[in-house]
């Protein structure tokens, strides 16, 4: 069973930065097109980035697009996360997950952003 666990989320001022890992167990992480998705408080969870398995393709939401970096590490399997230029309306908790064959949620981690 693969477990996903989130890390790096902190609380941070507006225009600031913030990386998230995520770390898989199991040894199929590397042939999974991962994803980060993200829950702000009241809403659905929702899709920020995806990357393929060679992590030379990646896709963004349009809020997100040109401020977040989605990169991974098939060798240590960790997914990242790299969120610069930080705005309140990214305050969340994030998850990552395969993007086509979910596994369970991890416990995500929180980004809460001050203005």
């Known amino acids: 069973q693969v477990q996903l666990v989130e890390s790096g989320g902190d609380l941070v001022q507006a225009g600031g930065s913030l990386r998230l890992s995520c770390a898989a167990s199991g040894s199929t992480f590397r042939v999974r097109i991962m994803a980060w998705y993200r829950r702000a408080p009241g809403s659905q969870r929702d899709w920020v980035a995806s990357i393929n398995t060679d992590g030379d393709g990646t896709w963004y939401a349009d809020s997100v697009k040109g401020r977040f970096t989605i990169s991974r590490d098939n060798a240590k399997n960790i997914l990242y996360l790299q969120m610069n230029s930080l705005k309140p309306e990214d305050t969340a908790v994030y998850y990552c997950?395969?993007?086509?064959?979910?596994?369970?949620w991890g416990q995500g981690t929180q980004v809460t952003v001050s203005s």
């Open positions: 997950n395969d993007r086509l064959r979910q596994i369970n």
